[in-house]
């Protein structure tokens, strides 16, 4: 074992986060962290009730540091118990969340019909995804080829059965995340779990979920899905034109 590494009895060596002792028995609250980044996928959280005795220094010290007792968490059971909190909203916000989502899921059906009888999609027997360039490119078809402009919105795992964002997949190039974490900042502003949470469980039905949402947020045409080694990709489509 390294310095950077713990063992966890259940999953082995693992990098790890510092997290209060509040979240490690009760998963299933919010979780105050930052969100991932390549170097350091699993940030260190605490509770509301710590959050409050942290926002009261501006920061952990002498003061305050006594209020969190804190453990530590492998990334694997890390990121189990962060996905308990998806479900975390109050009465109202969980209304509004369903109320919103039935409106989205609508309006993308309705987009979607548009963008496939508009641009012919149906008469192309091949399509191909570049993520150099963020282009998902149609062809083989008797009209000249269609280049779309496209967003990645994240990714669906049949293995896992789990939703991951794109903003904290780090596998995926950046041409096609640049403009998702506008999705995430959407989930911040309303305090809906399910888009700042970084992975958690779900089905097909939730990847066609949040990519309405991100349909919403980033002003698509459309959205497509791909096949992967796994899964699925669940992408926004932005713009399109034919190839000259």
């Not at 490690?24 to 959280?45: L, M, N, S, T, V």
């Not at 010290?61 to 007792?69: H, L, P, Q």
């Not at 990519?211 to 919403?216: G, Q």
Request: aromatic share 12%; proline share 4%; net charge negative.
């Amino acid at each position: 074992m390294t310095a950077e590494t713990i063992t966890c009895p259940t999953h082995g060596e693992s990098q790890f986060a510092f997290v209060c002792k509040h979240l490690i028995a009760h998963p299933a609250q919010k979780w105050h962290c930052g969100y991932p980044e390549e170097d350091e996928p699993w940030r260190d959280a605490w509770c509301s009730a710590c959050n409050e005795a942290f926002e009261r220094e501006g920061e952990w010290n002498e003061n305050n540091e006594g209020e969190a007792d804190i453990g530590m968490l492998c990334g694997h059971c890390y990121e189990d118990g962060i996905a308990q909190s998806v479900t975390c909203m109050d009465d109202a916000t969980g209304s509004a969340w369903v109320q919103f989502l039935q409106t989205q899921c609508e309006v993308q059906r309705v987009k979607q019909q548009a963008m496939v009888d508009n641009w012919r999609l149906n008469d192309y027997p091949r399509w191909d995804y570049y993520q150099e360039t963020a282009q998902l490119v149609f062809s083989g078809g008797e009209q000249a080829d269609l280049v779309a402009d496209v967003e990645f919105v994240g990714t669906l795992s049949t293995a896992s059965h789990t939703w991951m964002w794109s903003w904290a997949n780090f596998s995926l190039l950046e041409p096609v995340r640049s403009r998702i974490a506008a999705v995430r900042g959407f989930g911040e502003e309303h305090d809906y779990p399910l888009l700042t949470v970084p992975k958690w469980k779900a089905d097909a039905g939730d990847g066609w979920h949040m990519t309405a949402v991100a349909l919403h947020v980033l002003g698509g045409l459309g959205v497509y899905r791909a096949p992967s080694d796994n899964g699925f990709i669940f992408m926004v489509v932005m713009s399109a034109q034919l190839r000259t």
